[in-house]
């Protein structure tokens, strides 16, 4: 089972970019879904971004054009670059991964956009 470790969190103010990281603990050159989600306080949890080894990602409404979520195979890794934030951003990021069946999550990264 891969362990999944998020970094990249922290206080931002609005406009400003974070880029968010997950790393990986074996390889990711196999799985084919990975993800990003986050939960606010009070709120479920969403998907923000997916991507698809091959490159194929999609975007969650509030997010898109904002937000770009990549993976190097390579590092295995997972990002999600993250401009023009506003406070409505604020929120615990987590990574995802589907493989075979299994799910796994990392233990979360907190992001509070505020000026």
């Known amino acids: 089972q891969v362990q999944l470790v998020e970094s990249g969190g922290g206080l931002v103010q609005p406009g400003g970019s974070l880029r968010l990281s997950c790393s990986a603990s074996g390889s990711i050159s196999n799985i084919g879904y990975m993800a990003w989600h986050r939960q606010a306080p009070g709120k479920e949890r969403e998907l923000v971004a997916r991507?698809?080894?091959?490159?194929?990602?999609f975007y969650g409404d509030s997010v898109k054009g904002r937000f770009t979520i990549s993976r190097d195979n390579a590092k295995n890794t997972l990002y999600l670059q993250m401009n023009s934030l506003k406070p409505e951003d604020t929120a615990v990021y987590y990574c995802?991964?589907?493989?075979?069946?299994?799910?796994?999550w990392g233990q979360g990264t907190q992001v509070t956009v505020s000026s």
């Open positions: 995802n991964t589907i493989h075979l069946g299994v799910v796994n």
């Open positions: 991507i698809i080894n091959g490159g194929s990602s």
